[in-house]
């Protein structure tokens, strides 16, 4: 027997281990845009379990594996023949096939759970704190042996079998996730990858049942698969990290639900959703914050460039700048451009040579562009202005130079004002 | 490459059997045909257009010639054999939307992609993989985006690495799916040029192409195709104002409606 801390570490063991054998299948169902079928097959496999104990086999035994994958192939051939032979489109029969089988399952499990060892509450959420008392004799390599909870056997071989099939077949897989015509037309085993695939998803759901449950399973599919999608442009990356937030996951999820003394299947899939969560915030070039952060910075870029550019206009014009209002945001631009030596404060702002010298390419970019509007667009003169206004702060230099040669021997915008030189 | 399926003794004695052959290929979807006795025998080296109106079956003809389709009746066969034989002659450029451009791949992984048949179970692509997949994107012009994610290029980039999959397969039939849809003219000039090449090296390219005016200036010869074969031959000779109105302006509304008595089980009017 255990003393609790032992008993903790077990369980959290089985959690991370089943994390991670449904992670790495989840990967796969995420990228090929078929994570319905992992919540799919998690609910068909109940039946197939149910039978397979009903029939003598111990849960997470071979013979209810051997159920499970059955049920889930059964569910998948029902979808196949409700949409070749009925018409019914494949999301409305995967809908009909599974929650048909799931629900014969829990009347089946409610039905004879006097008879035999499932507890419907067991399959639905998982008893993850009552892992480490079914036990198991291990043999040490020397005299005696340890017991070590059943539920991380069977995770545990399932993560070995899973993870070996991936590291095996790795580009089998890559190619017919990616693009399945091309692989079929090599050559590729594209079907058998495939059904390949629905078992990996009964084994890796069948292994999690008893540690999360039927519905909770689902999360671990597809949760921190989604997540590490978001994060990483490459797909063994994406696979890895996908392992490594299940795990993570489930540790933290564990720990808070001990702490706060709650079920920690529930709380596990919370910590996951968290993990997702900030990964959607947090993504490098899609993410929220990094959106905010690519608008606010081009904010920022304009209102700078548009300070710059109207004392330029005012020392070209001959007006003082300090008489044209200021709000709170370009006042805050002209303390920065200050700060970087492109402005001296005073008088309401006077350009350095440096800042001058930005600036006379902003309006020369502005200027250049109502040129070239006003050759090639027809608009009146007054529209010009506004469009100009936006585009000035996006054109480079060579293209800058493209359209001042195709505005050619004008030095002067459609309103006869001078377009400044580039140098 | 490495293996002619005819010893040179072979050879000399019969002439070796054409590129690709459709023998009397009638392609259904459910029950319903779609492609209708096709007929048609394409000698390497050529670079061989497939032209047609929108469901006419171009890309179902491809198809059958690659086994993504079952045949409702007739035979292909390539270089005289069964597809099964000879899957490593032969290479595949899909349509651009038949993939996820947002799958955490890049550019290289792509073009790996190319050399895995070959490679058999259990064999990683290795430095010589990468130095012929590094060629192949030389060849399309974009050794420079190697290790871009694919989802960040432009249409026009993304066929050209298409094409350079293609090109690692290292095969001498070619079958590439609208490889011009969504191109610009720049990109369009270069595939072009690289299949001309192909071509040049004694390969059987075969394109399905909707723009008549490129077709005729780059294929040497095509097939005019609406559900069934209208014409094929050198293009100057197939693209006639009578055969386009055939296959263009008087679709035969009969091989549609008989289609579908088929498909229910009824009687055409």
């Keep these: 027997m255990f003393d609790s801390g032992g008993m903790h570490l077990w369980a959290i063991a089985t959690a991370a281990t089943v994390a991670a054998a449904c992670a790495l299948t989840g990967s796969f169902l995420v990228v090929r845009r078929m994570s319905l079928l992992g919540d799919a097959i998690s609910h068909a496999v109940l039946p197939g379990i149910v039978l397979a104990v009903l029939a003598g086999g111990r849960p997470g035994g071979a013979l209810v594996f051997a159920g499970a994958v059955a049920a889930a192939l059964v569910a998948v051939g029902i979808t196949h023949l409700l949409r070749t032979r009925a018409g019914l489109a494949e999301d409305a029969g995967a809908g009909v096939a599974f929650t048909t089988l799931f629900a014969t399952g829990v009347v089946l499990v409610t039905a004879v759970a006097s008879r035999i060892d499932l507890d419907p509450g067991c399959v639905l959420y998982g008893i993850l704190e009552l892992v480490p008392f079914d036990t198991v004799p291990v043999p040490l390599p020397g005299p005696g042996s340890v017991e070590v909870p059943r539920a991380f056997l069977t995770g545990a071989a399932v993560l070995a079998v899973l993870s070996l099939a991936v590291v095996l077949c790795w580009k089998e897989l890559q190619f017919t996730a990616f693009d399945p015509d091309a692989a079929r037309a090599a050559g590729m085993p594209v079907a058998a990858v495939s059904v390949g695939l629905l078992v990996a998803t009964s084994l890796a759901t069948v292994a999690s049942f008893e540690a999360v449950g039927a519905i909770l399973v689902v999360a671990m599919l597809v949760v921190p698969a989604a997540a590490a999608e978001l994060l990483v442009r490459r797909f063994h990356v994406m696979v890895v990290l996908a392992i490594t937030l299940g795990v993570s996951g489930s540790i933290l999820g564990y720990l808070a639900a001990w702490r706060w003394n709650t079920n920690a299947a529930g709380m596990i899939a919370v910590v996951l959703g968290m993990e997702y969560l900030l990964a959607a915030l947090l993504a490098p070039g899609d993410g929220v914050v990094a959106r905010i952060v690519t608008r606010e910075s081009l904010r920022w870029r304009v209102a700078c460039e548009d300070g710059l550019a109207l004392l330029w206009r005012a020392e070209e014009s001959g007006v003082s700048p300090s008489q044209t209002p200021r709000s709170w945001f370009d006042q805050w631009t002209l303390l920065w451009l200050a700060f970087r030596g492109r402005v001296t404060l005073g008088e309401g702002g006077l350009l350095t040579p440096q800042g001058r010298e930005e600036a006379r390419v902003i309006v020369r970019s502005h200027r250049l562009w109502e040129a070239w509007l006003g050759r090639n667009v027809e608009l009146p003169l007054d529209h010009l202005h506004p469009p100009a206004e936006w585009v000035e702060h996006h054109l480079g230099a060579a293209v800058r130079e493209r359209i001042a040669a195709e505005v050619g021997g004008h030095d002067a915008d459609p309103h006869g004002r001078e377009i400044p030189p580039e140098r | ?269």
Aim: charged share 25%; glycine share 10%.
């Design chain 2, 1 to 269: 490459m490495t293996s002619r399926p005819l010893s040179t003794a072979d050879s000399v004695s019969t002439p070796s059997p054409p590129a690709l052959e459709y023998h009397d290929v009638t392609v259904a979807y459910g029950r319903r045909p779609v492609l209708w006795n096709i007929d048609l025998v394409v000698a390497s080296p050529s670079l061989f257009g497939i032209i047609g109106p929108n469901g006419a079956g171009k890309s179902t003809l491809l198809k059958a010639a690659l086994g993504l389709v079952p045949l409702s009746g007739g035979e292909v066969r390539i270089f005289g054999r069964p597809l099964a034989e000879v899957r490593g002659r032969v290479g595949y450029v899909p349509q651009r939307e038949s993939v996820d451009w947002d799958f955490p791949v890049n550019v290289l992984d792509v073009v790996l992609m190319g050399t895995y048949a070959r490679l058999g179970w259990f064999r990683r692509p290795r430095a010589p993989e990468r130095l012929l997949a590094m060629e192949c994107l030389e060849r399309v012009g974009l050794a420079d985006v190697a290790t871009r994610q694919i989802g960040r290029l432009s249409g026009g980039q993304q066929q050209r690495v298409f094409l350079a999959r293609a090109l690692a397969q290292r095969a001498d039939l070619y079958f590439l799916d609208e490889p011009m849809a969504g191109v610009d003219a720049r990109s369009q000039e270069g595939i072009f040029r690289v299949l001309s090449d192909l071509r040049d090296e004694g390969k059987l390219v075969i394109i399905v192409h909707h723009d008549l005016r490129s077709a005729a200036e780059w294929c040497d010869n095509v097939a005019l195709v609406d559900m069934r074969l209208v014409a094929t031959g050198p293009a100057a000779a197939v693209l006639t104002p009578a055969n386009l109105r055939r296959t263009y302006a008087g679709r035969l509304d009969v091989l549609d409606e008989i289609g579908r008595a088929v498909e229910e089980g009824g009687r055409t009017p």
